[in-house]
């Protein structure tokens, strides 16, 4: 195993940075919400699909003006009503 020593501008520079993506996440959990653009991403499906899901009540949303938010326990939700059992395989023991 390799040891690496880094100065300590260098350390705090990262501990910074790892700080700030900890302060995106929401101490609450599910409550925070995120943007279409951030749903999408982390589907990863199209706004079509997006659109799709809210035309046919499928995804519980906030819109203000026009902008769509989405809480992450609705989506957690929708994830869950939408899972399916894995298929099973068949393996052949010889």
Avoid: P
């Avoid at 910074?16 to 929401?26: G, H, P, R, T």
């Amino acid at each position: 195993m390799e040891i690496k020593l880094i100065g300590l501008d260098d350390f705090m520079m990262k501990l910074e940075a790892i700080e700030q993506k900890l302060d995106k996440v929401s101490v609450t959990g599910n409550d925070h919400w995120i943007s279409n653009d951030e749903f999408c991403s982390l589907l990863k499906i199209c706004h079509k699909t997006a659109q799709s899901y809210r035309d046919k009540g499928l995804i519980t949303f906030s819109q203000v003006g026009n902008k769509i938010h989405y809480k992450m326990s609705c989506i957690n939700e929708f994830l869950d009503n939408h899972s399916r059992l894995r298929f099973r395989t068949m393996t052949n023991n010889i």
